[in-house]
Each structure stands twice: as structure tokens, then as C-alpha cells.
């Protein structure tokens, strides 16, 4: 099933190597300087936090402020500036933000990370749904998850609503949670390479 999930996943434009259908790189807001100044203030108010409560407060705090919109686009992926400036997104663009708040604390714990999975939610076991959810602390195996669909944070090995496909940070991708290494995440994922190029360029 994760051989057939992954096919899936390449034929879905996200790829380095998919066809050229995506759409240019272009922001999805005009970002403005009030976006990036709340997108420090949360950034700068965790920072003095343990670990636990540094990742809770980020996670709710974006699931409060950021309105959830999908918008069915799987190549296309906003920077926290562009979510901020919107005030909303899809399931990525949160988990996206959510990571790059917490990278930018000044105490990174070097366990954040993004996960790609399919979603089956327990209510609908014949819907299956590409969604993106944040990973962090927790045990070294069993990482929390942070997530705008279930607000209740739980250990990955209870989330048998979703299916790792694989997960990602800066530089690195890995088959599911943490599995084996699949190379660099910029040179493989193209909609990650090009968030992080408009992401650098709006700071």
C-alpha cells in the first residue's frame, strides 16, 4: 500500500520530476509587514518556553487564528508570510507555518519535521485524503502530532487515521515518519524548493 501511495504521490505533480502542469511560483498574498511582525510576535513569545509548551502554543495559536481552507491545489504550497498576510490555508500551509515559527524560536530541538500522509478520517473509512500535519517532540519514535483537523495531540502510533507517506524538514525527506533517508528535500520536493525560494526572498 505505501509503494502504491508514493507512485500516487509523484503522479500528483509534487515531484521534482512530475509534468510541467504546476503553476508558476508566485505569492499567494501580497505580503505585508504586519504578517511578517505576527508572524516574529509568535515566534519570539515561544521561545522562552519549554519544549512542550512552546510546540502547544504554536499549534493552537495557529489553529485559532489561521482558518482552515482547502483549497485542493497539492503542488502549491504558501510560506508563513502568505499565510499570515491571509489569515488562512490549507492543511500544508498551517503545518508549514506551525514549522517555521518554531525553527525560527532560537531553540530548535531538532525534531520538527513535516509529514505528508494519507488521511482516512474515522467517521469516513472510504474517503482518503492527501493531508500535512507537523511532528514534534514526544518520544524519539513516536513523535507528537500537530494538527488543525484533530486538536487533540497524540503520539503518531495512535493516529490510525493517517498513513505516512513520508516527512521532510530543510534538508532532508524520509520514507514515512522516519524511516529510511530519500535524499535532500529541496533538490526532490519541487513545491517545497519553491516555497523556500519565495520564503527567503520575503523575509
Known amino acids: 500500500m505505501l509503494r502504491r501511495s508514493l507512485a ?3 503522479t500528483w ?5 512530475a509534468p510541467t ?16 511582525r505576527d508572524y516574529s510576535a509568535l515566534s519570539q513569545a515561544a521561545a522562552h518556553l519549554p519544549l512542550d509548551e512552546r510546540e502547544s502554543l504554536v499549534n493552537n495559536h495557529i489553529n485559532r487564528h489561521i482558518g482552515y481552507r482547502p483549497d485542493g491545489a497539492l503542488d502549491r504550497w504558501q510560506t508563513p508570510a502568505e499565510t499570515f498576510a491571509t489569515a488562512q490555508g490549507d ?10 515559527v518554531l525553527r525560527d524560536c532560537g531553540r530548535p530541538c531538532g525534531c520538527e519535521r513535516l509529514l505528508y500522509a494519507i488521511h482516512t478520517p474515522l467517521d469516513t473509512p472510504g474517503l482518503h485524503v492527501p493531508h500535512v500535519v507537523l511532528l514534534g517532540g514526544g518520544h524519539p519514535g513516536d513523535p507528537w502530532v500537530y494538527d488543525n483537523l484533530n486538536l487533540l495531540r497524540m503520539p503518531l502510533s495512535r493516529r490510525s487515521d493517517l498513513q505516512p507517506l513520508f516527512s521532510f524538514d530543510v534538508a532532508h525527506l524520509w520514507r514515512g515518519a522516519s524511516g529510511e533517508r530519500l535524499g535532500d528535500a529541496v533538490a526532490r520536493l519541487r513545491p517545497w524548493r519553491e516555497l523556500l525560494r519565495r520564503w527567503q526572498a520575503q523575509r
Not at 91 to 100: G, S, V
Open 8 to 10: 500516487a504521490f509523484m
Open 13 to 17: 505533480g509534487l515531484w521534482v520530476h
Open 21 to 36: 502542469l504546476a503553476r508558476p511560483s508566485e505569492p499567494t498574498a501580497r505580503v505585508t509587514p504586519q504578517a511578517l
Open 91 to 100: 492543511c500544508e500551509d498551517l503545518a508549514i507555518a506551525k514549522y517555521f
